[in-house]
Structure formats: C-alpha cells, structure tokens
C-alpha cells in the first residue's frame, strides 16, 4: 500500500529539506507545500479507504530491511542519549534508554516472532491521521511566522529556527507511523522518536530552565518506554507475537499493564504531570503541537486500543482512578495560575485525564465520549496555544493580568483567544458535550468516585476559565494602543481552526455518526447511538448559541468609546489609566487582578501529595498483578 509511506515520507523529506534551506521565503514555502500534501494526502487515504469499504487494511510482513534500518536508528537514539545525558552530568538518564534499547532488540533478535503484519488502516488510525495532518499542518503553517516575531523578541535565543521547524515536521512523521502501527516494536520505535524529539524542543532555548525540563520530559517518557519494552518482551516470551489486536484479545493484565504505564507518562498523568507543564518554556508551535494536540494524544490513543481489554478489570480500574484524579487536581492547580501557557498547559492534563479515566473504564460510552473530547480538544487547545503565543509576541507577555481588555487593545486575538476558551467550557461546544456524556458513563457504571472528579473537576474547570474570559471582554482601553505584530500565516491558521471547531459544532450529529461511530465499531464489534435522535435535535437548536460569545465579544468592540476616556480612580487619574495620585500626594499604580488562590490550590501545595496519591495506587496495583503471576 503506497499510501502509508508516502504519508510517513512526506513531513520526512520536508523535514530534510526545512533544515538544509536557511532562506526565510523559501523555507517558508516548503512548509506550506509540505502541510498541504500531508493534508490532501490523508484525506485521499481516507476517501479510498471509505471507497472500499471501510474494511479495515493491514499490510507489511515481509519487513527485514525496514526492521534492520529500525534498529540502526534506534541504536544512534540511545547513543545520542548517553551522550545528551553525560553532556549535561544527567547520567542517570541513559541507564533509562540502554536498557529498553538493548532488551527490544534481544526480543527481535532471540525469539521468533509469529509473522504478522506491521501496519494497520481502521477508522481510529485514520481519525489520527487527520488530526495530525490538519492540526500538524496548521501549526507548521503558524510557525512560519511566529518564529520571525520569536527571535525579534528573545534577542538572546540563537536562532535555530531551520532545526526547530524541521524537528516539528519529523514528528509528524514520527505520529503517522505511530497511529498507523499494529505491531507492538513498531509502535514502540516511533514512540521512542516522539519523546527524543520532544525532548529535543523543549530545550531550544539552551537555558538552564529549559535544559532541565527538556531532561525531566525525557526521563519520564523514557520510564513508560521501559514499561513498553517489557511489555514486549513479556509478549514475545508468552505468545510470540507482538500484535496489539493479539494483546487485547489475550488480556495478559501485566502487559496491559505495562502498556497503560506508558500511555500514562506520555499523557502527562500523575505522578507524571510535571514534565508537560515544564514544556512551555519552548516555543509556543512545539506547546500547541507536541504538548497539546498531538504527542500526548499518543499516549491516550494507546489507552483507547486497550480499553476493550480494561473493561471490568484491576488495570481498568488503575487507569480510570489516574485520569479521574488527574482531572480534578489539574484542574484545581490550574486556578491558581496567570501564566497563560501554564494554565493551558494544566488544562491538558486535566482534559487528557477525563480521556484517560474514560479509556479505562472501557465501555462503548465512555469510550464514544473519550474520542470525542479528544477530537475537541485538539482543535481548541491548539488554537488557544497559537493565540497566546501571538499575544505574547504582541504585548510582550502571556501574564493573564496583562490581557486585561484585550478585546479593545488587539481585538482580532481576542476573538480568537475567546472562542477557544469557549470551546473549552461552554454549551454547546462539544467539549462540554463529551464531558456531560462522559458523566452518565460514568454514573451507569456506578462509580460513584469518578462521578464526584467530574463533578467537582468541571466546576474548576469553569472557574478559571471564566476568569480569563472575563480578563479578555474588559472595558479597558489603554491611552497608547497595542501593535499587533501577528502575521498573516499565523492569522490564517489560527482563523482555520477557529472555523473548524465552528463547524465540528454544528455538524455534531454527523461527527458522531459517520467518525465517531464507526470507531466505537471498529474497538468492539458493535455500537449503538449513545444519545439518542431527541438529544441530538436538542443539540442541533442549541448550536445556534454558539453564535453568543463572539456576538458579545463583536458588542463590545462596537460599543466602546471611540475616544479615549480617562478611568475614575481613587485620585487623581495621571493620564494612562494605570496610576492615580493619592490623598497624600503620592503616584499609585491602579492593579487590577483576578482571584487565584494560590495557598489553596498553588501547585507547591497541591502537586506533592497528588503525586504520592498516584504513585501509591500505581505501585499497589502493579504489586497486585505481579503477586498473582508469581
């Protein structure tokens, strides 16, 4: 099938040729042409799949070449990685590598495997696909000119740009082959990429901060990839094969084990949350795309493939606790944060953990609902990433506080920026959508301790976003206006993602029948309308709201005082409408600041037991399933 190569090679031959051209106009250009060959490219895989059928492809046994040049780059991976770790005195960190590295190879090279085919085509693959085709893509096209604006305002960052910009491309490569992937080794080898590569991102800037976090994210998803290759090994030891579909249909509750640890520590999920929210000091294409929209969807992509087998079981019930936890407690940290990228950045983890607690239920509704708000999700946080990244270039901070009437001072970002809080919280945005379903999974199912995360975890959820929406919709009006530095690139891919989750929203009744459906179909044998034709019309009527943020947003902009009016104070206004002399004759500076309660919820009070909380329901359960074995 030429499909699945050409898919693979097409973001990796743009990749080659981003980082050997250094002309901006040029470079700018094989980006774009790059994007849309990716995007035309699954869309055609798409329509010739549904052509024939929508039967689901599986192709490649003989594979001894691909498997060989698998393994040589596999052994570079881990040599760069000692290297990395000993370059910068994180030894330990390489032990991490060596031994998955050097244990998946004695696998492929000791124990005969069953043949079986390396590459699978169903409807959940191909949902994958155009997730990172049309969001990838977008973001490839947003960072053309983001980066111009990054290096103008970061005078001391080398300008990498050529490496950074083809990094991105590989991974999409690397997330192509990795959702098209059935075999276990395989999937594991592009896996192992993502990480590197993230790992690679993070610390673009070369500081100090940067280089720490860019190690804490390796090491964590270098842990999970210790979990996959015993999984493999444990697979290959029992059964001889190392076919996802062959796991599933076993349910070895150790290996499913296993597998779960490694979707857990690439979606972030406690005990191993801190790595994603240490990723926003990269630049804000590598946050939208790698730490929101698409790598850490591999991890819960995983969790979905396995969630037939979770169903009912101790390593469901461990899964469903994480992401339940997760999303309460994301939640919560997240209302005691004003940087924006950190509180989109606990938002991921949270919405990644009501994904995950849906997996790990393992039943037709909660996973129908967990594909969803993965969908939404994807689109909304990475366009929510993109307007902050340009608000930052803009007004030269991404502080919530200084976003304060951003609907006057730069109104096109606000849309923008307003819109994708919108997506996040309110009706009838398919986010809340999902997560309304989600709770009656939840409630059917009888767990009444997912039910009370969801609960509480959405009023969170409700209270910082409205915060911010409330920052953005002031009436204030600076004497001297804001520049908008956005470029057209990133207007265009920020509009487009606007439009599509416009659109997602108004055609929900169709997103669940012929994508959403079909999945559900595809993980276990059969499926059934989980809201009924009576909910769906409701739904339809309710999406004519979704015209009320941005007709308010649109008010507002119409409305305001064309002149600027000085703001009454508690004193003498100076001029600027930020300082006021005092009674005493003194200048005061006026501050206006939201609520953040930071000794409740700040993360130094909350992370720590959160992660002792997790860690222990980890350990205990994998204690469990290692004492029945033994």
Same mark, same amino acid.
């Given at each position: ?122 409807? #959940? !693959?191909?949902?994958? /696909? ?7 893509? $977008?973001?490839? @096209?947003? *960072?053309? =000119?983001? %980066? ?81 290759? #015993? !999984?493999?090994?444990? /697979? ?7 076919? $996802?579909?062959? @796991?599933? *249909?076993? =349910?070895? %509750? ?377």
């Amino acid at each position: 099938m030429f499909l699945i190569p050409t898919l693979t090679g097409i973001p990796l031959i743009g990749a080659v040729l981003i980082y050997l051209i250094h002309n901006e106009k040029i470079r700018g250009l094989i980006i774009y042409i790059t994007a849309a060959l990716m995007m035309v490219t699954t869309f055609f895989m798409v329509a010739t799949w549904i052509i024939d059928g929508q039967n689901t492809w599986r192709y490649y046994v003989d594979t001894v070449f691909v498997d060989h040049l698998m393994q040589i780059v596999e052994i570079l991976l881990m040599i760069f990685i000692i290297y990395m770790s000993f370059k910068y005195k994180k030894r330990w960190v390489c032990l991490l590598s060596i031994f998955q590295t050097l244990l998946v190879l004695w696998v492929e090279y000791t124990i005969p495997l069953v043949e079986s085919t390396h590459t699978q085509v169903d409807s #959940l !693959a191909l949902l994958m /696909c155009v997730i990172c085709a049309v969001i990838g893509g $977008l973001i490839g @096209i947003y *960072s053309v =000119g983001y %980066m111009k604006s990054y290096h103008e305002n970061h005078r001391g960052v080398l300008d990498r740009s050529s490496t950074f910009l083809s990094l991105l491309f590989v991974f999409m490569a690397a997330m192509f082959g990795l959702v098209l992937s059935s075999n276990l080794i395989w999937l594991y080898f592009f896996w192992e990429i993502t990480s590197v590569i993230s790992f690679l991102l993070i610390g673009y800037t070369r500081t100090e901060e940067a280089i720490d976090n860019s190690f804490r994210a390796l090491w964590m998803n270098l842990l999970g990839g210790v979990g996959f290759a #015993l !999984a493999i090994w444990l /697979c290959a030891m029992s059964s001889h094969s190392v076919q $996802l579909s062959v @796991i599933v *249909s076993n =349910g070895n %509750m150790l290996v499913i084990g296993l597998l779960a640890l490694a979707g857990l520590t690439k979606s972030a999920q406690l005990p191993f949350s801190t790595w994603l929210y240490g990723a926003m000091v990269a630049p804000t294409p590598s946050s939208a795309l790698l730490h929101s929209a698409t790598m850490v969807k591999a991890g819960v992509y995983l969790l979905i493939r396995l969630a037939p087998a979770l169903n009912g079981t101790l390593c469901g019930s461990m899964v469903s606790f994480i992401g339940g936890f997760t999303f309460i407690m994301a939640s919560l940290m997240a209302i005691a944060q004003n940087d924006a990228k950190k509180v989109l950045a606990f938002s991921t983890i949270s919405n990644l953990g009501l994904i995950v607690a849906c997996a790990g239920i393992g039943v037709e509704q909660t996973v129908w609902a967990a594909i969803f708000l993965m969908i939404f999700h994807s689109v909304s946080k990475s366009m929510l990433f993109e307007g902050v990244g340009a608000t930052e270039n803009s007004i030269g901070s991404r502080d919530i506080e200084h976003m304060h009437g951003l609907i006057l001072r730069l109104p096109k970002l606000a849309y923008i920026i307003g819109i994708g809080i919108a997506g996040m919280y309110l009706a009838p945005f398919g986010m809340l959508i999902s997560k309304w379903v989600a709770l009656k999974a939840f409630v059917d199912s009888g767990n009444v301790l997912l039910v009370m995360f969801i609960a509480f975890g959405s009023a969170s959820t409700m209270f910082y976003w409205t915060k911010w929406l409330g920052k953005l919709i002031a009436m204030h009006k600076p004497k001297t206006p804001d520049e908008d530095k956005t470029r057209k690139d990133e207007y265009f891919s920020m509009n487009i993602l606007c439009g599509i989750m416009i659109c997602l929203c108004l055609l929900f009744p169709l997103l669940a029948k012929y994508i959403v459906n079909p999945v559900v179909l595809t993980l276990f044998g059969s499926t059934h309308d989980v809201l009924s034709m009576s909910e769906l019309t409701t739904m339809v009527i309710m999406v004519f709201s979704i015209l009320v943020v941005p007709s308010v947003m649109f008010l507002i902009t119409r409305t305001a005082p064309r002149d600027y009016v000085p703001t009454y104070m508690n004193g003498i206004n100076t001029g600027d409408n930020s300082h006021f002399i005092d009674s005493m004759g003194e200048s005061k500076k006026l501050y206006l600041s939201n609520w953040y309660l930071r000794f409740e919820f700040g993360r130094r009070r909350l992370l720590k037991p959160s992660q002792i909380v997790a860690s222990s329901v980890l350990i205990v359960c994998f204690a469990i399933l290692l004492g029945g074995i033994l």
